[in-house]
Every structure is written in structure tokens, then in C-alpha cells.
């Protein structure tokens, strides 16, 4: 009887030893939509951020589409700022006459995800009213890192979006110093100034979290406040006000961008011209995980020929015996460059003059040897 007592005691320890022990079940795959807070004015570009998370898996790729009412909203851009994808087969693709948006980005190696940017969506309000951006689950999937790139179906998501006539006006920034709301800068200080209504309070907010909002607890202020040594990323500032005797109002966001790193060095290739119609061409490659790539020069002994180059870019006759530089721009003005020496003889003003000098002089002694020899002959 003690025996079994014992075994019985041994199997129940040992049950609830693994059932505490035991991993906790990971949580579904999903897709967040986070837009702005506070009022949003008809004809006014708001950010909605898309973010990931895979459910505690590691994912290769994800291939994401999205609705949206093209009567109430217009796509102006999309971003991939600081996004977990850093490679993206086709640029993402939206269309304002059907209202959808594809993007289709990976990563080699893989990644776990969790809340993690995918992209930037800036939408104008059209009109007033209510309406929502959707994810169609039906058209999206996220792809395991598996050796089998394993689809995994997401759940529907949607945001929802309410845009107001501009009579509804928000809190208004007096001045900014640079960087400026919604514009990716390089500056390390950001000063932020408004008009302090006498007998207003002020509540505001410095936050990484774009749903974070100020307390209602008044902040005391001259209408100034500065931020310094802001490293890269993007920062939300909330405020809202309460006039003597009344209700605080709605909060108004503004958004900052901070970028001060360049993009990655790179290195210019030469392409074999047997693979590219028998023509010189060079290529590069590189990236910028934060703000993003945004274009790219091609200086040749330091003057500017190509201010918007594309990479494969064919070298030109002219360039060859000189100095290539190509400088690379992120969305935040940092930049980085790299060197080639084009192959081929230079050939300076004094070097064809002495050649067309040899050639008159073969020609006059040639000329001089015939009519000599002709001499000859009569005689």
C-alpha cells in the first residue's frame, strides 16, 4: 500500500513538474495597424504603421495585401522604415483606383517577429467621415523559415479611420526647429515650440510608442521643450491643452524621424561586358536600415554627370582613364561613397598635339622620299 502511495505521489510530482516546466504555447500569427492619434483633417497625410508578429516562429518572407476606400483615402507613399524585411523582390505596390496594397518583402537567414515595422502607409483624407484600412486574410500569408517555406495564414485585421472637415482644427506647433514633423532628419536635437495660452495647461508626451498619450496631470511649461542626443528611430510627441475652467482637449500627435547614420559601405563592381551587350557597365549594392535609401550621384573627377543614378550604370567613352564616385543619399541626407578608377589611357591636349604633329611629319617625308625617287628615275 505505502508502495503504491509512493508511485502514485512520484507520477503526480513528475505531472506537475512538466506541466509548469512545459513551454507556453506560442501566440498566433498576426498583423497590427497603428495609426495616428488624435484629429485627422481632410486633406491631411497621416502615417499608419503595418507591423508583423509571428507568433513566436521564425519566418523567411510574408506576402501581405490590404483594402482600403479610395473614396475617403489616397495612398501618397509607403516606407520601409526600419522594417524587419530587408530584402523586397518588387517595391511595395498600391493602387488608388482599386484601393489595395501588396507588399511582398523576406529575409535571408530568417527572423523572429514580434510587433516588428513592416512599412509605412501615408494616407490623405479626402472627405469626412469613418472607414477602415483591412488586411485581406485571404490574399496574405507569412512563409516559416522551415527549409520548406511553410505558408502560415493570418488572421483578418482592419483600423479604422475617422478624417474630419478642417473647421475641426488640432493643436498647432507654433515653430519646430529642424528636424521637422514627418520629414526623416539627421539632427541629434530636437526643440519643440508653441503659444502658451494664458491660463491654458499643457500635457505632453515624448514616446517611441505611437499609441502612448499624455497623462492628465499638467505639465509645467514656457511653450519649449527640447530633446537632445535623439539616437535613430522614430519618436512621437503628444500634447493636449485644458483652458481655465474646461475640458482637456483632444491629443495631437506629431511625428519625428531621426536618422544620423549613413547607409552601409559599399564597393563599385565592374559587370563583364559579354553578359551586358558588349558594353562597360558598373554596379553596386547597399542599404540603409533605418530611413531607407533615397538616390544616388555619380561624380567623375568630382563633377556631378549622373544626379540620379540607377544601378547597372553604363560607363561612358569618356569617363575612361578617370575617377568614378558614387554617393549613395538615405532619406535623411546621410550618405556614403565609394571609388572606381575607369579603365583606358587619358589622353591630355599636349599627347594628341604631339601625335597630329608625327603624322603631318611621316606624311611630308613620305612625300619627300616618293618625289626623290622619282628624280632618280628621270635621270
Known sequence: MDRLKYRWGWWLGLSLTLLICAPARAADPAVTLTGPTGVINVDQVVPVEIRLDSGGQKINAADLTFSYPVDHWQVEAIHQEQSIFTLWPVSPVWNNQTGRIQLIGGRPNGVTAQSAPVVTVYLSAIKPGSSSIELIAADSRMYLNDGFGTAVNLSPTKLELTAHDTLATGFKLSTTTTPVPGTWSNRAVVTINWVVATGDQYSFQWSTDPVLVPDDQPDPTTGQVSYDEVVDGRYF?????????????????????????????????????????????????????????????????????????????????????????????????????????????????WLITGVGVMVVIIFVLLGWLIYRRRQQTVI
Open 237 to 349: 510627441f503628444t500634447i493636449k491643452n485644458r483652458p481655465a475652467g474646461g475640458t482637456w482637449s483632444t491629443v495631437s500627435t506629431f511625428r519625428f524621424l531621426i536618422d544620423r547614420t549613413p547607409p552601409q559601405p559599399f564597393s563599385i563592381t565592374p559587370l563583364d561586358p559579354r553578359a551586358i551587350g558588349q558594353h562597360e557597365a558598373i554596379s553596386w549594392t547597399t542599404s540603409d536600415v533605418t530611413s531607407g535609401l533615397d538616390h544616388a550621384t555619380v561624380a567623375v573627377n568630382g563633377r556631378v554627370v549622373e544626379p540620379a543614378a540607377k544601378s547597372p550604370l553604363t560607363v561612358r567613352p569618356d569617363w575612361r582613364g578617370k575617377t568614378i564616385m558614387v554617393t549613395v543619399y538615405d532619406a535623411a541626407g546621410n550618405s556614403s561613397s565609394a571609388r572606381w578608377a575607369a579603365a583606358g589611357t587619358r589622353h591630355s591636349w
